[in-house]
């Protein structure tokens, strides 16, 4: 049985009934094909799973709808015979329903992508887009997100309904996204897919199968967004290369203990080469068209790690300069932290910090542990110890938690002139 | 499985009615496949799956038919299976280990079919 059966019909199935009955009973779909998946947990360990569980799990959730809706249509009726002029509710037209139409998976799979491209609304925060996403097309409850995401409850509550509004205010969803905004919408979907991708990559939660969790969605995601045919873009291949690079490396990224583990201590044959073969090919694929992005250079500076044979034979240089070029296309303080990173193995410490001398802070990088970390580092190493320990420090007191402060401390303790406080 | 040393147990799924809050697919996956395991493991024990018992029932007594089959209203006997074992202890330790028990309102008993 596929692992994530239940998960995975859920997002589809979600989009395909609610671009029947319109986005408004958004609310109304999503109860159903719980309720669907619900009977399914009743029912499949007697009677075995159905040939089709997707046809199935349809055919449950839209005879609870039709129902739903012909009791409500039910009361409406009575009540204006009664005389009760309450404005009542649009409800749509449940008669019309019918079996899994011909081409059903097809029509599934369609659905599910219109439906992302909908939610990846331009007037929504990329955060309450990603809410959004994990909840109504992949399948995770509120109370999971906020802990993937390390959000409140109240504030992962508040993104998804904000997001449920707007949708319902766009009617995006039942009409069609002509092909200009879906084009518009692309470089939308690319940053939602790419933070999910992220918040599992770089997160520091301390089990490993929830972040690998993340990953693989995003990675779901990209795939069957490059099959599409919105998605016939060498970016999108681009982004689903860098993705399969970054997750073939991400298992030797923490110790039996849940420690990060730096790049340089990994353990390089552990690296998954089934899936850094795949993230090649696809690179490849992706080299195509005038357009260079940002997850064209990102991806490239994977490989380059990826098929380094160990840390001192990376090819430094060409990373420093992949950089450099990112920083130009979409200049980002942690590109520079890279650069200067990538510098410092090139050439020596010195280099690096001459990088990030001529650097302009903004106010949110300012408090970040990354900058202080990367110039604690080169501090210590270029010989200025007392910059050093003056980075360190607030560096280790900016660190987000204990896992990331035990990495950083572990780090810094390979100095001598650390002094822990 | 049949073997002479084991007994036939009866076991009733009891839940306290409504409640608590429906799981995401997430979670109901992870239930599925727990389910999945345990049917594995204990195939040798488990005769019967049995199924789900419908709120459609009736109690008859000798003075009158009464709707519904509860007894009492707080709990809802919600299904029931036959599992094989060679003692009741063993029969327990089965259903300690399946993944209907971890859900905080469920109780289940289980009744030795007496043969004799």
Known sequence: MNQHLFRHEYGPLVALLTRRLGVGHLAAVEDAVQDALLKALEHWPHSGEPEVPSAWLYRVAERRLVSEFRAQRRRQQLLETLGAGEASEVLPDVEAFADPPIGFGGELTDAFLKMLFASCHPDLPVHSQLVFTLKSLCGFSIAEIAARLFMSEANAYKRFSRARQQLRLDADLSGQLNDAETERRLEQVHKVIYLMFTEGYLSSHPDLAIRKDLCDEAIRLGHLLVESRAGQHPESRALLALMYLHRARLTTRQDHDGALVLLEHQQRNDWDWGLIVTGLALLNQAAEGEQLSRFHIEAGIAAEHCMASSFEQTRWERIASSYELLERLAPSPMYRLGRALALAEHQDAEAGLAVLSTMVLPGWFECSYYWYAVKADLCFRSGHMDDGNGSAGKALSAAPNQHIRSALKRRFRRYQDFTDT | ?116
């Open chain 2, 1 to 116: 499985m049949n073997d002479q040393t084991s007994n036939k147990y009866l076991c009733m799924l009891r839940s306290e009615s409504g409640g608590c809050e429906k799981p995401s697919p997430s979670e109901m996956e992870a239930m599925y496949a727990r389910f999945a395991d345990w049917q594995q493991k204990y195939a040798d024990n488990i005769l019967d799956m049995g199924g789900k018992l419908s709120q459609q029932g009736a109690v008859v007594r000798h003075d009158a038919v009464a709707d519904g089959p509860f007894v009492e209203i707080k709990e809802i006997l919600g299904g029931y299976m036959m599992l094989s074992a060679a003692s009741l202890e063993e029969a327990i330790a089965v259903i300690q280990a399946s993944p209907m028990v971890a859900n905080p309102g469920t109780s289940i008993e289980i009744r030795e079919i007496s043969t004799q």
